[in-house]
């Protein structure tokens, strides 16, 4: 997997990353972990019905016994979905809550990952004046975890948050995904932007 995944410096890059993620397919997933602010209270603050909310990140624990978070990420004014080969704690946050959440996904989402699918925002850099884009970059904002029809939808919201929707029906799937996020891999890729791959 690769080290960096928030952030692809072109469009070959996003497609490498996308190809390292897919190597999550064929796992069953063991746990999973909310990794969250500590609000001092028993009460799961991410909890928000149709959505799970988290500032920090999701670890999920895979059957080779491996551990892969997905956490926010920001560097400069980009920000994107950083997937690691290893727990948020303590390596990347040193304080916080943590909600296991395994019966939740047990009951609500996957229970391992047939296949995986990712979504980019496309980020053009213009020259002052030019209106041209000089540079293209790539954000990863969204990443879909599947089994089957089951689904772990696990997004970047907003500023500094992760989102997750287990099983978001067809409605909440169009409201959530921007028709501006280029996708990879899965049936989205057929309808949206393709990334040249060659």
Known sequence: MAQRTAWAPSAFDAVAVHESLRA????????????????????????????????????????DGSTRSVVWEQRDANQGLGVRAEALIPAHVTS??????????????????????????????????????????????????????????IMLHGVDDVTVYLNPGRSLRARVLSPELVPLGGPDAAAGEALPTG
């Open 24 to 63: 999550l397919g064929g796992h069953q997933i063991r746990g999973v972990r909310y990794i969250d602010l500590d609000y001092g209270t028993a009460r799961p603050y991410w909890d928000e019905g149709e959505r799970d909310l988290v500032a920090f990140g999701v670890e999920l624990d895979l059957d």
């Open 96 to 153: 916080g809550s943590t909600w296991d959440v395994s019966r939740r996904w047990r009951r609500k989402g996957p229970a391992r990952i047939s296949s995986v699918q990712s979504w980019w925002w496309k980020n053009d850099t213009t020259r002052h004046g030019a209106g041209e884009p000089v540079t293209t970059s790539f954000e990863l904002h969204g990443l879909a975890l599947r089994d089957g029809a089951e689904e772990a939808l």
